[in-house]
């Protein structure tokens, strides 16, 4: 008997759009996720991001840099993959979101002022993910054929 809580997990649209959203945001969110976790890239890993972090009141830093962290970096790899990405997306957005309001909203829209843009666009990316499902080229889709034939 099929599960439906399995099955709708998975299932998604056969179009081509969530692909070229999937991508893009993937190698977006791993290399924001790597520079959090291990520090490259520019960025200060796990150490010096959650004592930013603590530093801007969320509190306790070191657990926050890991869990945006993780959020970013592995949710990047599942987005790549198409796997778990109506969930995927739903945590990415929220992680967006509190990069928005806890970093960026007081300095405006702009990116040249450190504004939240990048954040909101990334935020309509991890929305309309979530919305969609994976698309036609992913994992998701595989294992839904999967589970339906049971």
Do not use: C
């Not at 099955?7 to 759009?17: D, E, G, R």
């Amino acid at each position: 008997m099929k599960n439906p809580l399995t099955t709708h997990a998975f299932v998604s649209s056969t179009a081509l759009a969530p692909l070229a959203l999937r991508l893009v945001a993937g190698i977006i969110f791993i290399a924001h996720g790597a520079q959090k976790l291990f520090g490259v890239f520019g960025g200060y890993g796990l150490e010096g991001t959650g004592q930013w972090m603590a530093s801007i009141g969320l509190e306790p830093g070191y657990l926050m840099a890991l869990m945006a962290g993780s959020a970013e970096f592995f949710g990047g790899i599942f987005l790549l993959l198409g796997l778990l990405t109506r969930a995927n997306g739903a945590v990415l957005s929220i992680t967006m979101l509190v990069a928005i309001f806890a970093v960026h909203f007081e300095n405006g829209l702009f990116m040249s002022n450190n504004g939240y843009e990048f954040a909101l666009a990334l935020l309509a990316i991890s929305i309309s993910i979530a919305i969609s499902g994976a698309g036609r080229f992913s994992l998701d889709n595989v294992l839904s054929k999967r589970f339906n034939t049971q």
